[in-house]
């Protein structure tokens, strides 16, 4: 048996395409409403077909800005301009918002000082900027037995940056690594000027980067043993 044609469907009929969306012309499924002109002025209650039939003779629509009144209210309006009004302010919202990124520091029990020194630039070139810094100390073999030389490390890290970091999580052990993560002293703000970056901030910040890159790749054999001259340090 053949089955009937689907009836055509009003573009206005369409369900919502999300939740957040508001219902509009014959979308509306209650009887009555009370209706607000393009104006901002309060035309009272109507029939809720007799309200979708005013806002077409006036080339509009009929929205239903509140729902949960009784009875919904309905407001005349350009449904399209409605809604690129509402992105546009999204947008603008979006953009005055100041986005927090987090980067990474990895230092090793026995991290040397010049290399260290390059490490402490390019957090403090990260801080400066807004962002949240995770300094990890990773151990190898013996080194778990040393872990006081990752406190301190981390304590130095955190002395050397405290005039534009401060720790917001203080170290601690996670399997073989120890973690501790600095925040920025100044709260990012959009109306902050952004200093641009010295070139041996840049440098500092690149190898930082690449380092990373690199020990992402090596993350599967960091579980090596240290040479006993390094792994048998006497604890402190």
């Known amino acids: 048996m053949r089955r009937p044609p689907r009836p055509a469907t009003d573009r206005n009929a369409r369900e919502p395409e999300s939740p957040n969306d508001l219902r509009i012309n014959r979308r509306i499924r209650v009887p009555r409403v009370l209706v607000i002109d393009e104006e901002g002025g309060k035309l009272g209650e109507f029939m809720t077909e ?62 040397e000082e010049h290399d260290l020194g390059v490490k402490t630039r390019a957090a403090r070139a ?77 440098a500092a910040m690149a190898a930082v980067e690449a380092e990373n890159a690199l020990d992402d790749d090596d993350d599967d054999d960091d579980t090596g043993e240290e040479p006993a001259s390094v792994a048998e340090q006497p604890a402190e």
């Open 50 to 111: 007799d309200a979708i039939r005013l806002a077409e003779e006036r080339g509009l629509d009929l929205v239903e800005v509140a729902p949960t009144a009784r009875p919904p209210v309905c407001r005349i309006t350009d449904y399209g301009k409605l809604k690129y009004d509402k992105k546009k302010r999204e947008q603008e919202a979006r953009r005055n918002q100041v986005q927090v990124v987090q980067k990474e520091i990895k230092l090793r029990p026995k991290t």
């Open 126 to 202: 990260f801080l400066d900027e807004g962002n949240k810094v995770k300094v990890t100390v990773r151990f190898r073999g013996r080194e778990l037995a040393h872990r006081e030389i990752g406190a301190q490390q981390c304590q130095a890290f955190a002395d050397a940056l405290k005039e534009v970091g401060l720790v917001e999580t203080p170290p601690r052990m996670e399997g073989r690594q120890m973690f501790m993560m600095l925040a920025p002293t100044r709260k990012p703000s959009p109306n902050r000027p952004v200093r641009p970056r010295r070139a041996e901030d840049e």
